[in-house]
């Protein structure tokens, strides 16, 4: 059983949803990134996705882009985010996913990406770009490994390959919020909450829900549904401000917002021992 596996058959057992932020890597720098991990974790935070800076992101709005470009600029390595991981995750007690493209997957080597992102620590891999008609040798890998791949579902994906999707993904299934790329937005799609209700009816892998989710008045609207959900550009934009500003209030500042998140998405204020 996967670490992801073992931290939803908990939640579930407790009525519980998870919070995932997502921060990408190296921005705007690996010592940071540490901290912002530390942070979220000691917040409560039941998972982080933890974006890899790629030149060509897939379905990334300009608020990511611009850290993965920061990112890059820096030269940052892959061998420098899991080496960074490795000292940080036997401390973390939280599960750290990458949204990693499978261009960069493929070049590492399948084996060898997901061999290295276990013993740094991380417990699957979200591969925005590997349709799941090609998805065979690295869910093989995955399952042998123990290593969850998470897929994505659209609100366009056609609901017999919604379920084709589901079958092939470990750990949870990432329900893509909205059409389009990510990014903050005001207004949810009203449909969104009965698409999720019938995927639930199709699989029992836990279904997170992700893109456009900035508000802790969107996790209230999702938490009914969702098994968890995940917030991205929210995160990101006040992470870049740590450049300008001092990094420690940028980190009480990120940690205030996911507490806030954390409130909305269960009321009762039960919190996860989650502190590295």
């Known amino acids: 059983m996967s670490a992801i596996d073992r931290l939803f058959q908990e939640l579930r057992s407790q009525g519980r949803k998870a919070l995932m932020p997502f921060i990408t890597a190296g921005d705007p720098d690996l010592a940071f990134t540490a901290d912002v991990l530390r942070e979220l974790a000691g917040r409560g935070c039941q998972m982080c996705e933890l974006g890899i800076p790629y030149s060509d992101p897939i379905a990334d709005g300009p608020i990511i882009q611009a850290s993965y470009t920061r990112a890059l600029g820096k030269h940052l390595k892959l061998a420098s985010i899991f080496e960074t991981l490795g000292r940080l995750a036997p401390r973390l007690r939280m599960p750290v996913v990458s949204m990693v493209s499978y261009a960069i997957v493929y070049r590492h080597g399948p084996e060898a990406y997901v061999r290295e992102a276990q013993a740094a620590g991380l417990a699957g ?34 609901r017999e390959r919604a379920v084709q999707i589901a079958r092939a993904s470990s750990g949870f299934l990432y329900y893509v919020s909205v059409t ?39 996790v209230r609207l999702l ?24 990094r420690q209030t940028v980190l009480q500042e990120v940690g205030d917002f ?19």
């Open 180 to 218: 389009g790329i990510t990014g903050e937005r005001r207004e949810l799609p009203p449909e969104l909450l009965d698409n999720v209700a019938w995927l639930k009816t199709q699989t029992d892998l836990p279904i997170c829900i992700g893109f456009g989710i900035s508000q802790p008045e969107h």
């Open 125 to 158: 891999a979200i591969v925005p770009d590997l349709p799941v008609d090609e998805s065979d040798e690295l869910a093989g890998i995955c399952r042998r490994e123990d290593f969850s791949l998470i897929q994505l579902v659209t609100p366009t994906t056609p």
């Open 223 to 246: 938490a009914p549904v969702a098994d968890g959900v995940i917030v991205g550009s929210a995160f990101v934009r006040r992470l870049a401000e740590a450049d300008t500003r001092p």
């Open 258 to 276: 996911a507490a806030e998140l954390l409130a909305a998405l269960d009321p009762s204020g039960r919190k996860t021992d989650s502190k590295s």
